[in-house]
């Protein structure tokens, strides 16, 4: 399958999943894409910025995870998955937003003030305040300022109405970033 398919796909099935926003995940994603590019962002910005949420489209949990104190991963979920496909900025970016409002959370006081009362929740289950261990631990990431940047789009991507490219348009960003554009097929066999 090709990779920018099976991107696709994951929205068509499951970009109509509640974001908990008032607005769907598709549209979320193509906001904060939005936000990405008109603040000027690189490509590869942009391109995380469209596919930072992609592993809520595919871990197969229910919409109300965080409403029951789950957390689903889905950064993790979404960089594993992507991860050989897309430049390392891009999967980092995707797994670092979620560590990148708790950093901002923790030096920014201001920052949580900002943050929707759906944020602020999913906060406190994905970790709350870093410590200042994991405040060295993200800071040591090499692509740590742009996940700051991709997480300030994230945030800004929540608007009931923007008018912004369709899927079509970020999904062609991504293919041009594509460092491999086909996925294996999936083995099925098992061993014992």
């Not at 595919?58 to 991963?73: A, K, M, N, R, V």
């Amino acid at each position: 399958m090709r990779v920018i398919d099976f991107i696709r796909a994951q929205y068509i099935e499951n970009g109509h999943v509640a974001y908990g926003e008032h607005i769907s995940m598709t549209n979320h994603m193509l906001q904060s894409a939005f936000y990405a590019e008109q603040s000027g962002s690189s490509k590869e910005v942009v391109v995380a910025a469209f596919l930072h949420d992609i592993g809520h489209l595919l871990h197969g949990l229910p919409e109300d995870i965080s409403d029951h104190g789950i957390d689903g991963f889905h950064e993790d979920i979404g960089e594993r998955c992507l991860k050989g496909y897309l430049p390392t900025l891009v999967t980092d970016c995707i797994r670092l937003h979620v560590q990148a409002k708790r950093y901002m959370c923790t030096l920014k006081p201001a920052y949580y003030d900002k943050l929707t009362e759906a944020s602020r929740e999913s906060l406190a289950i994905q970790g709350g305040l870093m410590s200042d261990q994991e405040v060295a631990a993200f800071e040591a990431e090499p692509y740590y300022k742009e996940a700051m940047r991709v997480r300030v789009y994230d945030d800004m991507g929540k608007q009931a109405e923007l008018e912004h490219p369709d899927l079509d348009y970020y999904l062609k960003l991504t293919e041009e970033c594509l460092m491999m554009t086909e996925m294996p097929a999936p083995d099925n066999t098992l061993t014992v």
